[in-house]
Every structure is written in C-alpha cells, then in structure tokens.
C-alpha cells in the first residue's frame, strides 16, 4: 500500500500542484476584479462564492453567474479560467492515464492483491518458486488433488501463462524474484496455513538463497530444492534442507534400479506415474557389455559412475573435454553424431548408448546415427525441453530423462502422498520376486491403467465411524474396510501397500491386521474404489453392515416397522 500511494504522489505531483495553482489564481481574480449587485451598486465577489463558481465552472457544470450577473471584466477573467482550468485538467487526467500504464504502478498493484489474497488463505498451501516446465508439471498435479499452491516467478510471461492453463483451483501468482525474502514473506512463507517452500529455479544459486530464507524466517516449514550440484546439495543440506533433488543423479539411481532389480523398477514407475495414464512398459537394460555415453557434463557423468559400479565397460564421448573434464581411462572427442567418432568408441560391440548432451537436436541425431550403425542397442535419452516430446516419442528411445519431469514426479508423491515415498524407500530393501509378484497383483487389479494412490488416516475427522468404533472397545480389521458395502463377501479393487502403526512400519499388510486408533494406510486400485471406501469410513451403519454382516434399520420409523414385522 504504501508503494502505491508514494507512486501516486511521486506521478501527481506536478500535476496537482498546476491544478492547485489554477485553482487559486482563478479564485484570487474573481475576489479583486470588481462586479455590481443588483442596485448597481460595486460588489466584490467573496472567496467562498469564488471558489463555489471556479469549482463547477471548470468542471463544466455550469450553473450561471451567481450571485450577480457579471460584468464584462468578470467575463473576460472567466474565459481566461475556463481555458486554464481545461489545460491543467488534461495535464492531470493524461498523466493519470500514464500512470495506470506504468509498469511500474501496475506491479504495485498486484502485489497488494497478491499480499491480500495470500493473507486471507485459510488451507494448507505450498509456495513454488519458478514457474518452469517443472513448476507447472507440479501446479497440475496438486490441483488437481485439491492442494493449493502459490506461484513466484521472475519471468512475467511465465506469470500470466497461469490464466490460460485450465488449472484445477485458482493459483495466486507473482511476477518476482523468489530470492528476495521480501516477496517470500509477501508469499506467505510466514503464513500459519504455509505448508512448504518448493525452489524450482534452473539457477542453483537461487535456489540456495531460497532455502536459506525460508530455513532462517520459518525454521518449521518444510523446504524442497532442485539442484543439479554436489557443492551446491552439500550446501543445502548443512543449514536442514529437508528434501535436495538432483534429477541427474536420479535418473542414475533409477537405471542402476533397472539393471539390478527390474521389477522394482517397475513397479515404482507404475504408482508414480500420472493416475488413469498407460501402464509404462517394462525396461531391461542390458547388465552387462559395452556401453557409449555421449556428453560428459552432469548428466553424462551420473550415469557414468552408476554404470562403472556396476561394473561396465564405458566410452565417453564429448565435445569440449577442456569444459566437462574426462574420466581417467579417457575420453573419444566429439558430438557422437558422426559415424567415425561412433566407430571410434567401439559402436560395433556396445550395447547401450545414452545420448546424454544438454542439446535435444545433438542427443537425437546421437541416437538415429547409432542405430543406423547397429540395431541391436539399448538407448537412454536426455531430453532437455518439453515441447521436443513427439520428436522423442518418435524415436523409440528405452528410457527418457527429461531433468524436469524426475523432479516434478519426485516433490509430486513428496508432497501429494508422502506415505508412497516411504513406500518405496522401504520396497528397495526388499528383492526381485516381491516386486515382481505385487506387479503382477496391481496388473490383475486395474488393467491397462496407472493405479489411483490412496492415503487413509484411521484418527482422521472425516472417518468417524471408524475412531468411534475403536474408541468404544470394537475391533476393525483391515479387509473390513476394504469390503464391497453392496456385497461384503467381495473385496473392493484395491491393495494395502503400507500400514504404518505407533511408529512400526509394515509392507503389503495382511487383511485380518486389526486397526489402531491413528494408523496410516496406503492403498492402491481403481479411482472409484476409494470413495466407496471413505463412505465406509465415515458412515456408521455402513461400517457396521461391513462388520456383522447384518444391515440394522437406521431411523427410528424403519426401527419401528422392523419390529412390527417381527411380532
């Protein structure tokens, strides 16, 4: 507010001080040039009867002359005021239309009704800084949960793309440098209902800044950050970054996944992936042979020290060595889009080959040169920009990396269902065969479909019945909720992935577990399920139906026909 005011006054101010002037010349004359009443008599016009004339005259009003007619000096002085007045009032009123185009003076006034709706915000919500693919891969995803986000982002273009993308929920965006704690704080990095500060800037530095402020203005927030640095995540996590995300390394934790243990990999893909998409076919790369990477920087170097525990044989291709560096054994120079740069890293008897540059047009001429050369190859590409999708769909390419869609994935389940994060870090100790037979039960399951995720807290508001069950003494097992309320011998199309209980965690529970005041389950199945089952959950006769087996009469005038029918 006071930024506006200030550039009123600042722009105004010239403007006023001519309309003032005016205003007191004109009223000034009025008072000393002499008239005559209605006897004749000389009469000398009062301030306030001139200052009541100048008023409605040099608004056009025109009332006439008061209180007296005028004489010929009065009307002469009249004409040069009406001609002042319209000149100093098209000085004001064209400055005022500059004003409002002011960019400037614009800006202002969002931010106060940025600040105003950010102040009045009564949900949880979580602040995005940078507005990027990443930033709207994630603003989707959490609408359409329901969860509330709020948008900084120094790109104004990026900025009022927000109004044309049919978001789910409104998003409060500002045109902003995120790494100013004041536009954090204007975002509500102190708000109660702040959830979490997410930095999603292509600029480490920023990001870094980001979390600093947030860590330092509101201890208790929850901060996520991109970074593609080890100096830089080091950095971050000194100072309690809760959650540093590097897409290249990954990406590299998911190929070393792939390699060792593809059913895991798999089955992370599928309750990771987008809800109601296609179920992503499985990969197999190749555990052992010859394997080309081409472009050294910080993807291509990720890969390389996952494949070289894994113990590969490797050839690194790259252009500008004197930038990236070269691992030990060295390097062949080149782009990799060259037959004899290809033929000279031994294309003939490899196996994989990651076209890993930060160029799209670089990686897919990589890869079409390759396979020219050989079929029998197992292809990973980097893609750098969103809008080259079809181009890379086209090219058949095993497994993609694109930097922006791991971290929107990531901080989605991070953020949309924790427990599924937990999930999968707890699945990675377990071996093949247990992911490979929950594949096959989540295929049986939904078909063809990403399975929905469903997180269910027992001492959640919204599933009454079930706490008042339990707080009452009664006992509610696991395959209870998860009956068919119109057939309770059938089991609805879902699976309990995670139980987690007074601290304990437990894997793909077992359906006659009994539940305890403030368990967490994760679940996954067909969407629709999920509803029927939070009408389980919260509505008691319902629940009782699935624990007896018996469907009681609910209001009192059912009751009474219940008993007439017995007598």
């Not at 979580?126 to 709207?136: A, F, I, M, N």
């Not at 990771?272 to 990477?293: D, N």
Request: proline share 4%.
């Amino acid at each position: 507010m006071d930024n506006i005011v200030f550039l009123i006054l600042r722009r105004m101010r010239r403007p006023l001080l001519t309309l003032v002037m005016v205003y007191a010349i004109s009223v000034l004359g009025l008072v000393l040039i002499p008239g005559q009443d209605d006897q004749g008599n000389p009469w000398h016009m009062s301030f306030f009867h001139a200052f009541y004339f100048v008023s409605f005259m040099s608004t056009t009003i025109g009332f006439g002359e008061i209180p007296y007619e005028f004489t010929d000096g009065q009307r002469a002085w009249v004409l040069v005021c009406i001609y002042l007045s319209v000149i100093a009032w098209l000085y004001a009123i064209g400055t005022i239309l500059t004003l409002l185009q002011d960019k400037t003076f614009q800006h202002a006034i969002k931010e106060r009704r940025f600040t105003r709706r950010i102040r009045h915000m009564r949900e949880p919500f979580y602040v995005l800084c940078g507005y990027g693919e990443t930033g709207q891969e994630l603003a989707r995803a959490l609408t359409d949960r329901g969860q509330h986000v709020v948008v900084l982002d120094r790109d104004e273009s990026k900025i009022n793309l927000i109004k044309l993308q049919n978001l789910r929920d409104y998003v409060p965006a500002l045109h902003a440098n995120a790494h100013t704690p004041k536009y954090l704080l204007e975002a509500g990095l102190r708000h109660p209902q702040c959830a979490g500060v997410v930095a999603l800037t292509n600029d480490n530095e920023v990001n870094l800044k980001i979390a600093i402020t947030a860590k330092l203005l509101n201890p208790a927030t929850t901060v996520i950050c991109r970074a593609d640095s080890h100096d830089v995540e080091a950095n971050m996590a000194s100072f309690g970054t809760d959650y540093i995300i590097d897409p290249f390394d990954t990406f590299a934790k998911y190929l070393s996944t792939a390699l060792q243990t593809p059913g895991l990999y798999l089955l992370q893909r599928w309750l990771t992936a987008k809800s109601g998409s296609l179920l992503p076919e499985p990969v197999y790369p190749p555990a052992t042979g010859h394997w080309i990477i081409g472009g050294y920087g910080r993807f291509g170097k990720a890969v390389f020290e996952r494949l070289s525990k894994e113990d590969m044989e490797i050839t690194v291709v790259e252009a500008t060595p004197e930038k990236t560096g070269e691992p030990k054994q060295g390097l062949v120079k080149g782009r990799g889009t060259e037959e004899e740069t290809l033929l000279e890293a031994g294309i003939q008897n490899t196996v994989g080959i990651v076209a890993g540059t930060d160029n799209d047009a670089n990686n897919l001429s990589i890869i079409m040169t390759a396979r020219a050369m050989t079929n029998k190859l197992f292809v990973i590409a980097r893609q750098n920009y969103r809008e080259n999708d079809a181009l890379y769909e086209a090219v058949g390419a095993d497994m993609v990396m694109h930097p922006s869609a791991i971290v929107a994935e990531k901080i989605r389940v991070l953020l949309a269902t924790p427990m599924l994060y937990e999930f999968m870090s707890l699945a990675a100790y377990e071996d093949e065969d247990w992911a490979c037979l929950l594949v096959s039960r989540i295929a049986g399951l939904v078909g063809e479909r990403v399975p929905a995720i469903q997180e269910v807290v027992i001492g959640d508001e919204r599933h009454c019945a079930v706490r008042e069950v339990l707080d009452q003494g009664g006992m509610v097992r696991l395959k209870d909720i998860m009956r068919d309320p119109s057939d309770r011998s059938r089991s609805l199309n879902c699976i309990a992935l995670l139980r987690i209980s007074r601290n304990s965690r437990e894997l793909l529970p077992e359906e006659d577990v009994s539940l305890l005041p403030d368990d967490k389950l994760l679940f996954c199945g067909v969407r629709k399920v999920f509803s029927t089952m939070e009408w389980t959950l919260c509505h008691g006769p319902t629940l009782d139906y699935m624990l007896t087996g018996t469907d009681r009469p609910n209001s009192w005038i059912w009751r009474k026909l219940a008993e007439r029918n017995k007598q």
